[in-house]
T-cell receptor
């Protein structure tokens, strides 16, 4: 079956522009996660959705970052006024509720020039 | 504060040799522990997980891990490494029973010598 997909796979943007990153989870997975992986670093947890709700947004690095999920499916991570330090791979994962096991997408590599 | 430490950034082993990757966690409640593998150009894949019960858990690809509460460790092992095991390995802790947050280590990059 289809896994988690993310688009675009690569995004190069100029400093100060806004970007939107998309995640399509596995069908039926109610839990969805966003992570940021900087070069040589582990995964930094950004936000978790259960259904369309994100109970805790404290993992988002700044108020330039926002995320939403609609219809309990597709999620969008938006970064406004991008900065060079936002350059990273952004990973999305989905999971069955309460299962713990996450299925990861291939990631979006964001480069801010 | 909750955290996961993988002390070894890089490890090189010869093909056929045994492997142990270290993971230490700091978490106040019952930990839910995971190991993931990230192969070059691939997404992260779950190797194994520990929730409760037998402290030695078996995973895919011949990997196993042992949970030691007294040492706050969850080390990953494999008796005989194959060249295809070359990848980056991440240890993770689930923050609670409802998995609303995860903490990942910084990863250990495994090189396999022929």
């Amino acid at each position: 079956g289809a896994g988690v997909s993310q688009s675009p796979s690569n995004k190069v943007t100029e400093k100060g522009k806004d970007v939107e990153l998309r995640c399509d989870p596995i069908s039926g997975h109610t839990a969805l996660y966003w992570y940021r992986q900087s070069l040589g670093q582990g995964l930094e947890f950004l936000i978790y959705f259960q259904g369309n709700s994100a109970p805790d947004k404290s993992g988002l690095p700044s108020d330039r970052f926002s995320a939403e999920r609609t219809g309990g499916s597709v999620s969008t991570l938006t970064i406004q006024r991008t900065q060079q330090e936002d350059s990273a791979v952004y990973l999305c994962a989905s999971s069955l509720k309460g299962a713990g096991e996450q299925y990861f997408g291939p990631g979006t590599r964001l480069t801010v020039t | 504060a909750q955290s996961v430490t993988q002390p070894d950034i890089h490890i090189t082993v010869s093909e056929g040799a045994s492997l142990e990757l270290r993971c230490n966690y700091s978490y106040g409640a019952t930990p839910y522990l995971f190991w993931y593998v990230q192969s070059p150009g691939q997404g992260l894949q779950l190797l194994l997980k520990y929730f409760s019960g037998d402290t030695l858990v078996q995973g895919i690809k011949g990997f196993e891990a042992e949970f030691k509460r007294s040492q706050s460790s969850f080390n990953l092992r494999k008796p005989s490494v194959h060249w295809s095991d070359a990848a980056e390995y991440f240890c993770a802790v689930g923050a609670s029973y409802n998995f609303n947050k995860f903490y990942f280590g910084s990863g250990t990059k495994l090189n396999v010598k022929p």
